[in-house]
């Protein structure tokens, strides 16, 4: 059954928070690229956890944050929930590093803890990178408590239509039709796919959303975001040359023209129970 959807609404999403949110998936050499840009604002993340969607949560003893990454997230809630036990748990031991204990190295699909044991799971910006995304969800249910909180956030279907449209000009020659999709990269798990994946486990599925529009400045951000992409893209380095220098040129001209590059960003969170 699914609950109302919401809006926590954002005049502008800066650039630097938004892009932690980016829909390209952060394996570790790419994530840290991106994660350099997200500098010292954390606007999306202070959509998650201080917004509707985290109302209601209560005491907290364990909360597992599954695909935890560099620890954003688990940071936030050990700060705001000193009473908690947050355990950031990726499958990427090279994102755990900077990560305070307890820590722990896991897949999603089998996560080593018990049945019935944790007041929250999170599970931010990660579930379409997961092979099997319902045994995921699945096994998020058996580790909440009866009453416990999953918290899961992804991206809207079609989102950041002018970033999209510059990776079609500049990487589709280079990569052909069936080359990797700006948008396909998260289709498995996003707001179109999302909500019939959580309502098979969960009675109560909550749907937020947060929309604004980042600006980027110049050319600097989006070049960089763009070359951690090439992991992705199963695309030799001569090749993902040809696709950057041409990104280059496109960015370029539109700078020549406007202030900033901007387009689209809607982040979605569910609240299950």
């Known amino acids: 059954m699914s609950g109302p959807s919401r809006s926590l609404d954002r005049a502008r999403l800066l650039l630097p928070a938004a892009l932690a949110f980016l829909t390209v998936p952060f394996a570790a050499a790419p994530a840290q690229a991106a994660y350099d840009l997200t500098g010292q604002v954390r606007a999306g993340q202070d959509v998650a956890l201080d917004g509707d969607a985290v109302v209601g949560l209560g005491d907290l003893g364990l909360v597992l944050d599954i695909g935890a990454g560099f620890g954003r997230f688990t940071d936030r809630l050990r700060a705001d929930h000193p009473e908690a036990t947050v355990v950031a748990i990726d499958k990427a031991p090279g994102m755990l590093t900077a990560v305070e204990a307890p820590v722990m190295v896991a897949d999603a699909q089998a996560i080593p803890y018990p049945d019935a044991c944790a007041d929250a799971v999170l599970a931010m910006h990660m579930l379409y990178h997961v092979p099997d995304i319902a045994k995921a969800v699945a096994e998020f249910r058996r580790v909440l408590k009866p009453g416990g909180t999953l918290l899961v ?48 486990e969960f009675d109560s599925v909550e749907t937020f959303t947060a929309a604004g529009v980042v600006k980027v400045p110049e ?31 496109e960015l370029t001209r539109h700078f020549a023209e406007h202030e900033t590059f901007d387009f689209p960003k809607t982040m979605v969170f569910y609240r299950c129970r």
């Open 219 to 249: 050319p600097g951000p989006i070049m960089r975001f763009l070359a951690s992409v090439q992991t992705f893209t199963e695309c030799d380095d001569a090749s993902y040359a040809v696709i950057l220098a041409a990104a280059e040129r």
């Open 153 to 200: 956030s992804t991206n809207i279907r079609g989102d950041m239509t002018e970033m999209a449209e510059l990776w079609e000009r500049v990487a589709r020659p280079v990569l052909g039709p069936d080359g990797f999709s700006w948008n396909g990269a998260t289709r498995d798990f996003d707001s179109a796919s999302a909500p019939a994946l959580l309502e098979a």
